[in-house]
C-alpha cells in the first residue's frame, strides 16, 4: 500500500493527458477537498493507493503508534467498503479511551472507496457531560418531590373540604408532574449513559405480556380496551427492561390519546428479518406537519392538552433511542380524527 499525502493532477491522469478543462476541475475539487474542515481518505478501485487530505495529516503525529494504527484501520475498512461493505466505524485510541475518531466510508462510482474521518472525542464528552449533569440533578430533586408529594397528601387528608385542601391537591397534581417528568428524564440519561449494555436472546411475546400488563390499570380508568391481535413468539437480542418501556410508552401514549371506551390495537409482525410491533389507536391523530418532530425530546403537538394528559414530551424520545440502540427505528403514521399506528421495528434473530 502506498500512502500518498497528495496526488496531484499529473499523477491522477494515468493514461492519457487531460484536457485544460478537466485539469482545472481536478484542481479545483481537489482545492475543496483539501480545505474541507473534516478528513478525507479516498482509496483507489484496486486497493493500492490511498489519498488523504490536509485535515487527516494533522490528526496525529506522523508515524507515531496512533497513526501507525490509525492508517492500518482505515485501509481495512476501505477494503471492505470496495467490497460493498460500507458503514460507520469509531477507532478508539488509548486504554482507556482518550481518543475516539469516527470513520464512515462511502463506496464511490469508479469502484474506489472514500472514508470520512471525524475526530469526535470533545463531542462524546460533552455528550458525556450533559448526560451525567441530567442524571444527577433529576437522582437529586427525587427526594424532595418525594417529600413534597407526601406533606401535600397529608394537608388533603388532614384539611377535609376545605379550600387549603383543594389547593394541596393542586400541588400534589404539579409535583407528581414534575415527578414524571424527572423520572423520564432519568430513563432516558440512563440509556444514554449505558446504551446497550445488556444483549440477551429476549422472547418478544413477553416483552408485550409485560408492557400490556403495565398499562392495563391506566386503560382500564378510562375504559379502553387493550387489544393482542398477533403475538408470535419471536426473539430479538437486547435488553428486555428497555424494550418493555419502549413498548410500554407506545401504548400509554394510545391510551392516553384515545377517547373513552375505544380500542388499542396491538399487532406482531415479521419481515424482511424484522419483528414490527405495531400499535394502534382511533384516537386524536396528529397532524402531518407534526409528524416528523414527535419524537424530539419535549415535543409535543398540543402543549395543553399533553400537560392535560400528563405527558412530559419525552416518551417518543425514550422509545426512538431504544430502537436505535437495538439496531432499529420507529415510524408513525397519523390522520387528525382517525387515530395513529406507531411501528417499532427491531432486527429479528
Ligand atoms: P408526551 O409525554 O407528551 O405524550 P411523547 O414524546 O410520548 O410525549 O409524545 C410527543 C407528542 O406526540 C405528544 O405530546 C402528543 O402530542 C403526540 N402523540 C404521541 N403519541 C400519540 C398518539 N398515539 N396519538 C396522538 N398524539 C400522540
Given at each position: 500500500m502506498a500512502w500518498l499525502k497528495r496526488k496531484d493532477a499529473d499523477a491522477a491522469s494515468t493514461d492519457r493527458q487531460l484536457s485544460e478543462e478537466e485539469f482545472q476541475s481536478l484542481t479545483r475539487i481537489s482545492a475543496a477537498v483539501?480545505?474541507?474542515?473534516l478528513g478525507v481518505v479516498i482509496m483507489s478501485a484496486d486497493g493500492a493507493t490511498m489519498w488523504s487530505n490536509a485535515e487527516v495529516d494533522t490528526m496525529f503525529t506522523p508515524q507515531s503508534e496512533d497513526h501507525v494504527l490509525f492508517i492500518d484501520s482505515v485501509d481495512s475498512v476501505l477494503r471492505d467498503a470496495l467490497k460493498g461493505n460500507v458503514g460507520q466505524?469509531?477507532?478508539e485510541f488509548g486504554d482507556p479511551v482518550?481518543?475516539?475518531?469516527?470513520?464512515?466510508?462511502?463506496?464511490?462510482?469508479?469502484?474506489?472507496a472514500v472514508a470520512v474521518v471525524e475526530d469526535v472525542t470533545q463531542?462524546?464528552?460533552?455528550?458525556?457531560?450533559?448526560?451525567?449533569?441530567?442524571?444527577?440533578?433529576?437522582?437529586?430533586?427525587?427526594?424532595?418531590?418525594?417529600?413534597?408529594?407526601?406533606?401535600?397528601?397529608?394537608?388533603?387528608?388532614?384539611?377535609?373540604?376545605?379550600?387549603?385542601?383543594?389547593?394541596?391537591?393542586?400541588?400534589?397534581n404539579e409535583v407528581t408532574r414534575l415527578n414524571e417528568t424527572?423520572?423520564?428524564?432519568?430513563?432516558?440519561?440512563?440509556?444514554?449513559?449505558?446504551?446497550?449494555?445488556?444483549?440477551?436472546?429476549?422472547?418478544?411475546?413477553?416483552?408485550?405480556?409485560?408492557?400490556?400488563g403495565r398499562l392495563r390499570s391506566a386503560?382500564?380508568?378510562?375504559?379502553?380496551?387493550?387489544?393482542?391481535?398477533?403475538?408470535?413468539?419471536?426473539?430479538?437480542?437486547?435488553d428486555r427492561a428497555q424494550l418493555v418501556s419502549a413498548v410500554g410508552n407506545l401504548i400509554d401514549n394510545a391510551v392516553k390519546?384515545?377517547?373513552?371506551?375505544?380500542?388499542?390495537?396491538?399487532?406482531?409482525?415479521?419481515e424482511d428479518g424484522r419483528m414490527l410491533i405495531?400499535?394502534?389507536?382511533?384516537?386524536?391523530?396528529?397532524?402531518?406537519?407534526?409528524?416528523?418532530?414527535?419524537f424530539e425530546r419535549f415535543y409535543r403537538v398540543d402543549d395543553a392538552r399533553s400537560r392535560g394528559t400528563g405527558g412530559t414530551g419525552l416518551g417518543l424520545a425514550i422509545v426512538r433511542h431504544i430502537a436505535l440502540l437495538h439496531g432499529g427505528d420507529v415510524s408513525v403514521t397519523s390522520e387528525v380524527g382517525v387515530g395513529s399506528t406507531f411501528t417499532l421495528s427491531i432486527p429479528a434473530v
Open positions: 483539501e480545505a474541507l474542515p466505524t469509531d477507532l482518550i481518543r475516539t475518531i469516527e470513520v464512515s466510508t462511502i463506496a464511490l462510482g469508479d469502484g474506489g463531542r462524546l464528552m460533552i455528550d458525556r457531560v450533559r448526560t451525567d449533569f441530567v442524571a444527577n440533578i433529576s437522582h437529586e430533586l427525587r427526594t424532595p418531590i418525594g417529600a413534597i408529594s407526601l406533606m401535600a397528601e397529608n394537608l388533603i387528608a388532614e384539611m377535609g373540604e376545605s379550600e387549603s385542601a383543594r389547593l394541596a391537591e393542586i400541588i400534589l424527572v423520572n423520564d428524564l432519568l430513563d432516558l440519561a440512563k440509556i444514554e449513559f449505558d446504551g446497550l449494555s445488556k444483549r440477551e436472546s429476549i422472547h418478544t411475546a413477553r416483552v408485550i405480556d409485560e408492557a400490556v386503560a382500564l380508568a378510562k375504559s379502553v380496551m387493550i387489544v393482542v391481535e398477533d403475538n408470535p413468539d419471536m426473539s430479538v437480542i437486547g390519546y384515545s377517547k373513552q371506551g375505544s380500542i388499542v390495537k396491538i399487532e406482531v409482525t415479521r405495531s400499535v394502534a389507536d382511533n384516537g386524536s391523530g396528529i397532524a402531518p406537519e407534526h409528524l416528523r418532530r414527535v
